[in-house]
T-cell receptor, first 113, second 116 residues
Framework: ETGVTQTPRHLVMGMTNKKSLKCEQH?????MYWYKQSAKKPLELMFV???????ENNSVPSRFSPECPNSSHLFLHLHTLQPEDSALYLC????????????FGPGTRLLVL | AQSVAQPEDQVNVAEGNPLTVKCTYS??????LFWYVQYPNRGLQFLLK??????LVKGSYGFEAEFNKSQTSFHLKKPSALVSDSALYFC????FGSGNTGKLIFGQGTTLQVKP
């Protein structure tokens, strides 16, 4: 798991707060992903960045705003979230055109009050 | 549309016995298939993948998976289960319909419980 790091590991926020999740990959990959994992639901792909360009937005509400300043860093900016947004948010990276295996970070456990 | 199914929510096995976690897929073309494991409060860890070649793929921690094209299956197996194998297991297939985005489609997960 040290290849992909995420901070913070745990986050509690109110519905009016603004916070950001950070992901960093140390694997030299060129693609990064945000997933949402809720209890009793399959992993939901939220966003994909390929060579820093967003290539997929999986109908995610605008209260989630991704940012990819370079191929090693990925952020997820959060504002005016709802309690149903409480979940484990996972970041992953891969080398597109190569082995294509996605490697995951440990996740940020988010609780929205 | 590409899809993957894990028909069992939970699999219970006694320690030392062989285990199988089932996965079936539906794709157009040749599939890229993956298995991941997730321990409590952790991210997903890559176990193994099938891209091409030998139908029996060996992975981490003594796990292996058998690709069966005629049955469109990719079951995860281990000859002798350990209590420490207890975790949530995900099967995934690469979605080539999305071009170069590398999108993976995950099954709903199977909880493996290994009892001493």
């Amino acid at each position: 798991e040290t290849g992909v790091t995420q901070t913070p590991r745990h986050l509690v926020m109110g519905m009016t707060n603004k916070k950001s999740l950070k992901c960093e990959q140390h694997l030299g990959h060129n693609a990064m992903y945000w997933y949402k994992q809720s209890a009793k639901k399959p992993l939901e792909l939220m966003f994909v960045y390929n060579f820093k360009e967003q290539t997929e937005n999986n109908s995610v509400p605008s209260r989630f705003s991704p940012e990819c300043p370079n191929s090693s860093h990925l952020f997820l900016h959060l504002h005016t979230l709802q309690p149903e947004d409480s979940a484990l948010y996972l970041c992953a990276s891969s080398q597109e055109g190569g082995p294509e295996t996605q490697y995951f970070g440990p996740g940020t456990r988010l609780l929205v009050l | 549309a590409q899809s993957v199914a894990q028909p069992e929510d939970q699999v219970n096995v006694a320690e030392g016995n062989p285990l199988t976690v089932k996965c079936t897929y539906s794709v157009s073309g040749n599939p890229y298939l993956f298995w991941y494991v997730q321990y409590p409060n952790r991210g997903l860890q890559f176990l193994l993948k099938y891209i091409t070649g030998d139908n029996l793929v060996k992975g981490s921690y003594g796990f292996e998976a058998e690709f069966n094209k005629s049955q469109t299956s990719f079951h995860l197996k281990k000859p002798s289960a350990l209590v420490s194998d207890s975790a949530l297991y995900f099967c995934a297939v690469r979605d080539f319909g999305s071009g170069n985005t590398g999108k993976l489609i995950f099954g709903q997960g199977t909880t493996l419980q290994v009892k001493p």
